[in-house]
């Protein structure tokens, strides 16, 4: 098993920046794939961003891309996500989500995940 724990929840304005982070727990933290998503209110989940269990593979919804950078620091347990240039749209809970042992590449899809965390509210005002 694998408990996920995300923080940084916050309330920022337009264009402004936040850091997510997501502790992992339970399993070797190297041999995860890691993923964040998000769902705003009254909307399906959506993928926002994934990283390779190296690290040395990104990939981002079109959405995000230019403005969301997802890191790993193996050493932490940790992944995290910096959003900048923050829009109202960016708005949802977002969620932290870990890949264990498949071989698929890029992890945009939820099903791909094995494990999530309870999720942390992004709240960007006008």
């Known amino acids: 098993q694998v408990q996920l724990v995300e923080s940084g929840e916050g309330l920022v304005q337009a264009g402004g920046s936040l850091r997510l982070s997501c502790a992992a727990s339970?399993?070797?933290?190297?041999?995860?794939?890691m993923g964040w998503f998000r769902q705003a209110p009254g909307k399906e989940r959506e993928f926002v961003a994934t990283?390779?269990?190296?690290?040395?593979?990104?990939y981002y919804a079109d959405s995000v891309k230019g403005r969301f950078t997802i890191s790993r620091d193996d050493a932490e347990n940790t992944v995290y996500l910096q959003m900048n240039s923050l829009r109202p749209e960016d708005t949802a809970v977002y969620y932290c989500?870990?890949?264990?042992?498949?071989?698929?590449?890029?992890?945009?899809?939820?099903?791909?995940?094995?494990?999530w965390g309870q999720g942390t509210q992004v709240t960007v005002s006008s």
């Open positions: 990283i390779s269990r190296s690290g040395g593979n990104t």
């Open positions: 339970g399993r070797t933290f190297s041999n995860l794939a």
């Open positions: 989500a870990a890949e264990w042992g498949g071989s698929s590449w890029p992890l945009n899809r939820d099903y791909e995940y094995d494990y």
